[in-house]
């Protein structure tokens, strides 16, 4: 993904979407600045009542952040699943298909927070920039 913003093209690095319900999308990119160092951009699109486009919200998470962040949000996730809604089944709402290795987990007890250091190891950056498939806020505007 590439724009620009004031006469600087930002480039995406890596990049992964999460729809969430009807109306909303997130993204999360990897992008570089221009000393080769690397950020973290989370973006919460929202498709407006009226269908006239798009709300986004954005946060900027740099590496010095990153572990600091993996077990906040780990720790309060946990929290809400663990001392405010026991019982509610989280599963339920997993419409993503079986795992890389095809194996359903059934049973196995990990924390978010070992889930999310666990996929943020997965993530690497993308080789060749032809071959990634981004998705730009142009593109979520023809959803």
Avoid: C
């Amino acid at each position: 993904m590439a724009y620009e913003n004031n006469d600087k093209k930002i480039e995406s690095i890596y990049s992964k979407r999460i729809r969430a319900g009807k109306r909303r999308t997130y993204f999360f990119d990897v992008r570089a600045t221009r000393g080769n160092d690397y950020y973290l951009t989370i973006t919460e699109s929202r498709k407006r009542f009226d269908d006239n486009g798009y709300d986004r919200h954005k946060v900027f998470l740099y590496k010095e952040d990153f572990n600091k962040f993996i077990k906040a949000l780990g720790e309060a996730v946990d929290y809400v699943k663990t001392e405010l809604m026991p019982d509610f089944d989280f599963d339920a709402f997993n419409h993503d298909e079986l795992p890389e290795d095809g194996v359903q987990h059934d049973g196995e007890t990990v924390t978010v927070a070992e889930t999310i250091t666990e996929k943020a190891e997965e993530a690497r950056p993308v080789e060749n920039e032809e071959s990634h498939t981004n998705t730009s806020a142009e593109e979520v505007d023809k959803w």
